[in-house]
């Protein structure tokens, strides 16, 4: 999407108001799990946001699909056009946060970053390799100095993936993400009742209030707790 590949087409989408489209392709990183770099390759710019923008009368929404928006070459461009325009801008498949300058974090706390639908404030990232804990944290801890809220930062972390891996590694990411503030959100690699119960029990918040041994001896479901939130949803939109 882009100059490069002609205007999109939305008709079949009536409803939608945003404006899609990447700013950048390709990747800085090789993630072993990630088909990006195969896909796309290295990362180089694409469009514009005046590209990308349909234009009035449709809303200053921009649903950015760039895989490493920061390792477009053309990126500070980009946000100045961002501000120039006062668009709301979602950056759906994430920011790298481990390798976030603060000159990078400043530009995120200067514009209007959104969720996929556009009301939330959110800036998605991961966590996915439990190594990484000091540069996640650095990155994170940089954004909330030039002033994101550690509340908009929700945190995708792979969980299953790593050989060997155990319910405290993953739990350990849970639980850091919490004491900063920020939003845990498990991605299993393979959907096996345990993971998928770790998912339910972080995603829908029940971590907060029931310990993943009494969530385990309740079969990952919230009815069978025996409690008041058995009413809450598993995957109420903003609980984790
Ligand atoms: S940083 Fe993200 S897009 Fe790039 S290779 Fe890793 S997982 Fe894929």
Redesign the pocket.
């Given at each position: 999407m882009g100059v490069s590949d002609g205007p999109l087409d939305y008709s079949d989408y009536p409803e939608f108001r945003a404006s899609v489209g990447f700013t950048m392709r390709g990747?800085?990183?090789?993630?072993d799990?990630?088909?990006?770099?195969r896909k796309e390759g290295r990362a180089r710019a694409h469009g514009t946001i005046a590209e990308i923008w349909r234009g009035e009368p449709w809303p200053r929404q921009l649903l950015l699909l760039d895989?490493?928006f920061f390792g477009g070459p053309d990126w500070r461009a980009r946000i100045a056009e961002v501000r120039a325009g006062r668009f709301r801008v979602s950056f759906v498949?994430?920011i790298?946060v481990r390798v976030l300058s603060d000159e990078a974090a400043g530009a995120i706390a200067s514009v209007d970053y959104r969720a996929d639908d556009m009301h939330e404030r959110r800036i998605y990232t991961?966590w996915?390799q439990l190594g990484d804990e000091r540069v996640l944290f650095r990155g994170l801890e940089r954004l909330v100095r030039h002033g994101v809220k550690p509340d908009h930062l929700m945190v995708y972390t792979l969980i299953g993936y790593a050989r060997g891996e155990t319910h405290e590694q993953r739990d350990h990411r849970r639980r850091r993400l919490r004491e900063f503030g920020a939003r845990p959100y498990p991605m299993p690699f393979v959907r096996t009742p345990e993971l998928v119960g770790f998912q339910r029990w972080v995603i829908g918040a029940y971590d907060k209030s029931f310990t993943w041994e009494r969530w385990q001896a309740a079969g990952y479901s919230p009815r069978r707790l025996g409690d008041r939130r058995v009413s809450l949803p598993l995957f109420g939109a903003g609980t984790p």
């Open positions: 990747c800085r990183f090789k993630c799990f990630c088909v990006v770099p895989n490493d498949q994430g790298n991961a996915d």
